[in-house]
């Protein structure tokens, strides 16, 4: 499965993705290091400001962007290993090397880990020698950014693996991108349409408001959120402040996250493993490299945009109005046969560029 050749051919591949996931790792230390500088001041000066407190006993700070960033990085990463050798049509020269395609394919899977592991592991390094050093480990535990680090290792190795095998669904560069930022948020997404269809409904059948809590629905809020896995990492000092600020919760109690990321690793191990097998590169630059799922995801499409399109239009009413339902499904019509025509045009057209 290792091969050094196969190696090289992925660094030259990806080489400037590569370098943009490990600086975007590099950017939590930096953050981390703002974020202390930040706080020792209040730290120090809290009592001359007039406050009551320093704030710093109640809030790690907001991390969002570090999260965004490194899963933006490790859907690049993934596409840049596929989705550009069948955009730039090289991705027939590397099937014809010597080896079997399934060891090809996850070549490129052990060369992503790596440099994600390695990148997180410098970073959570850095940042714990920084903290160490900061007065500001006297209030937050340097085991905070080996939960951290936890989070984002399981995370984005889940990211990585389900983009990879988007790779072999989506036959270019955009479409696997594409693919993989909606599927990825699509549960917490869909969740959220779905409910944001029934309160419409609900008022305009009872004359009353939808109240999540009065069904006993509101629980599935956190299980649609951890289907979405960046959301995982996008919140992660949310934990951080409950395990180690406010002691709201345990460590131990918050390992149950990691447990959808490796569901959806060895799932999409197995399902690339099946493919990887007979990858289709006739369709390359199209949408799907296999057009019997265009029908299936048209259905998707139509769903989602009829679901977008009545949210949006459905809550064009005045104030204190009931909904109207006509302007629901009108909205929802709309939209859905735009996206449908919009992707009935593109699933014909083809986009490659270069030869290598």
Known sequence: MFSKALWLRNTKQSMFVVWGLWLVCLYLPYKLNNFLSIEENSLLHWEEWGNSEPYTLHMFGNFLEVGLF???A?????????????????????????????DIIFSKWIFGIFHLTAALVVSVVISMIILGNSMMHEYLSIASLGYYFLIAL?????????SLFMGLIGASFVSQFTFSV??????????????????????????????????????????????????????????????????????LSMLSVIIIPII??????????????????????????????????????????????????????????PPSLLAYHLGGLGFSIIAYLILTKLAGMRMQFGRK
């Open 70 to 72: 490194q899963v933006l």
């Open 74 to 102: 490790s859907i690049l990463l993934a596409t840049a290993l596929i989705g550009l050798e069948r955009t730039n049509q090289s991705l027939d020269f590397t099937l014809a090397l010597p080896y079997k395609r399934s």
């Open 154 to 162: 399981a995370t984005l190795i889940g990211v990585f693996t389900f």
């Open 182 to 251: 909606i599927f990825l948020f699509l549960p917490y997404g869909l969740y959220n349409l779905v409910i944001q269809g029934i309160s419409p409904h609900y008022r305009a059948i009872t004359g009353h408001y939808f109240i999540k809590e009065n069904f006993g629905i509101q629980k599935y809020d956190v299980f649609a959120e951890k289907l979405s896995l960046p959301l995982l990492l996008l919140d992660f000092e949310r934990d951080i402040n409950e395990i180690f600020i406010w002691k709201q919760a345990t460590f």
């Open 264 to 321: 959806v690793t060895i799932i999409s191990l197995y399902l690339i493993k099946r493919l990887s097998s007979r990858i289709k590169s006739e369709n390359n630059g199209k949408i799907l490299a296999y057009e019997k799922l265009l029908p299936y995801l048209k259905v998707g499409v139509f769903i989602c945009f009829y679901l977008f399109g009545g949210m949006v239009f459905g809550s064009l009413n005045r104030y204190g109005a």
